[in-house]
């Protein structure tokens, strides 16, 4: 017994020191920080938690992962089950705390980019930003065919930077933050290059075209295709002669004009006039797009699709929105969290945090539904099922910029009997259309039961 408890006290004390070693590597000294790991790996591999731990950190390229609004003071990270999370991973940066500082403001620039961009900023606390620093053996990335050793392998071929294998990055996000991603990541390379990519989750964007994050996560996250009318890089012109395809939601290709309009996936839009076009600009078909200046027709005329300066164009802003509600649901948390609750004397609160899109509100309405009759105080409301709903005005309350939305109950108002009360929460933007409303809402029921000696008989 004697012996265990020395073993367990070593135990303890190396856990502590792994620590430390650890929180020195979220600090930024890497060098150091991996010294000292080899050494717990050598010294005490045989200790749980400890030399194991230290081994698996040492084998991978992953050497922090930083929240970037947090240490850019603008806010911080919310749970990421209930948020888009984007990954910023730096490649070809070596592992002295200089050489990644480099990566660091990198990350920050590009972040701030994004973040200045209408659809990133209104959305911004629906939002995760995570910077994660990745040691490369070699500096600078493959170019031309000249190869090197990096952390995840990307490249420049004739002048584009791209990501070869996705599932490299991902793995290194599901085996370090599981649970934690979305699997959207923004690679920024340590090298020159004159054109940036994305698409599938993954944009691969060079140290010095930073400007472009936005366009690229419009591939990478949104699926959306290219809207100017140019090959980067150049190469002849290679107009679309065939009959209408579908090539993106807002690219189109074809022909026939009347044919154009009829099929292509904005059509919805296109007699949007009035606040039903909050860009207020024409939604049509416009020739050039797909980097060409024939055959390819795109919705409006300016788009961050088209150039990564400018505003999305009202598709590809709709189909940003939509998408980033496949991720994060408005209501954020709620209280009580037990959804089955027998009312007791006092007044019961229910609330739900929703978040906040930045220049508008999201909408909550409450109601209370009787649900049905207790058999033994009332005798007609013995078969009754589903009982009229009430709407139930709420109240807000502002608590350190979160919007928690309230509605008090009290039991001995209430007639004996079970009762829904439920929260609806939607989005009433107006670059998502009426139709989709439905995607952009959420709902949080409970279920109160009154009992006879609470209930106020009598009542409704
Ligand atoms: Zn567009």
Known sequence: MVAASGEEK?????????????????????TNGKQALAKLADLHGDVEGVGDVARKRLESPMLRRRDIKLSRKKGRNGPSKNRLDIYFMGDGFLLPDQKQRHFDRNADAAQGIVSLQDFFKEYDKFINYWAVNLESNEEGVEKEGKSKDTALGTAIVDGRYMVRDRARIFSILDKWFPGEHDRQAVVIGNDYANIATGG?????????????????????????GDEYNKEPGGGAPNPYTGPFKIIAPNVIAGNDKAELLKNAPWKGWLDSVGTNNWSGKAIDVFEGANRQVKGYWRPQRVCCMKDSGSP???????????RLFEYVKPIDQVWPKETELTAEKKAVTFRVLVLKPKTHDVMVHWRLKTLARDSKSSDSGSQEREGPVKNVSGRLQVIDGYFVHYIKIRPEELAPGRYEISAQAWDPTPWVREEFRKELTAWQRW????PESIGKAGAK
């Open 447 to 450: 279920t109160l039961v009154v």
């Open 312 to 322: 999305f164009c009202v598709v590809c802003m709709e189909v940003m929105v939509r």
């Open 200 to 224: 599938g989750g993954t944009a691969a964007v060079c140290k010095t075209m930073l400007q472009a994050t936005p366009h690229e996560l419009g591939h990478a996250y949104g699926g959306l």
């Open 10 to 30: 070593k135990r303890e004390k190396l856990l502590a020191l792994l620590k430390k070693v650890l929180a020195l590597m979220d600090q930024g000294f890497y």
